[in-house]
């Protein structure tokens, strides 16, 4: 698996953060699966606290940017986000639609 940089992890998790709350309703297995992913792309607590300067245009921005690899990924992750509590609410792929 290729290494994420700070801009890459910081957008991951603003776009994570994005389709979890989506639906206006915090699922713990959305939680769960957001902390999953919060060590598997070894972040820390500092690109929580910059994730919150970041935009969706700055966030597509670094998506486009991203190796084939890691943007197909990063789909997948979505999507599995998305679908962490069960259902996928309309808001929900409105944002994996914008990373589509």
């Known amino acids: 698996m ?6 890459e992890r910081r ?4 776009v994570l953060t994005e389709v979890m ?5 915090l699922h713990p297995a959305e939680q769960d699966f957001f902390n999953k992913v919060f060590y ?3 972040a820390d607590v500092a690109d929580m606290t910059a994730m919150e300067h970041i935009d ?4 597509l921005e ?12 990063l789909r997948k992750t979505l999507y599995d986000m998305a ?3 069960g259902v996928l609410d309309y808001r929900e792929q409105q944002i994996l639609d914008f990373y589509a």
């Open 40 to 42: 598997e792309i070894n």
């Open 2 to 7: 290729e290494k994420y940089t700070i801009e």
């Open 11 to 14: 957008t991951i998790l603003y």
């Open 62 to 73: 670094v998506f486009h940017r991203m190796s084939e690899e890691k943007q197909s990924r």
């Open 83 to 85: 679908m962490a509590d």
């Open 21 to 25: 709350l989506a639906d206006e309703i």
């Open 56 to 59: 969706n245009n700055y966030a």
